[in-house]
């Protein structure tokens, strides 16, 4: 679990996806707009990551994981003493994907499936300051 690219100056991401093709196609996308994409394909990858790096910039997590709940994960998130400095946006299927998004203290949301023209141009609307 490395990152792809790893330009000081570039925004963190930290992809939280148990869909190997999902997290690449997120990760190419997202390192070509210029931010620098970490993978994890579960919760207790990611946990691992936050204990060992930085916290990132964005957090993008599929609420539905092996090994450890999105809703788990997002309280391992919110218990974290740099919570602050990430945006987290969740990832899912569901359709209530707003509404639990919303209840868990997420940033945003993208509804699966994703539409690929838009990944880019909601998370700048989400990291966009204000």
Excluded: C
Excluded at 45 to 51: C, I, M
Aim: hydrophobic share 40%.
């Amino acid at each position: 679990m490395s990152s792809l690219n790893s330009d000081a100056s570039s925004p963190r991401v930290l992809i939280v996806e148990d869909d190997l093709d999902l997290r690449e196609l997120m990760s190419e996308i997202l390192t070509d707009e210029g931010f620098a994409v970490s993978p994890a394909s579960t919760g207790t990858e990611a946990v691992v990551y936050l204990k060992n790096h930085p916290m990132p910039n964005l957090i993008l997590m599929d609420l539905s994981l092996p090994e450890m709940s999105g809703d788990e994960l997002m309280g391992h998130l919110s218990a974290h003493p740099d919570r602050s400095q990430a945006k987290i946006v969740v990832v899912s299927g569901w359709d209530d994907v707003a509404a639990r998004a919303h209840k868990l203290g997420a940033d945003g949301f993208m509804k699966k499936p994703l539409e690929l023209g838009t990944i880019s141009s909601t998370l700048k609307r989400i990291m966009s300051p204000g």
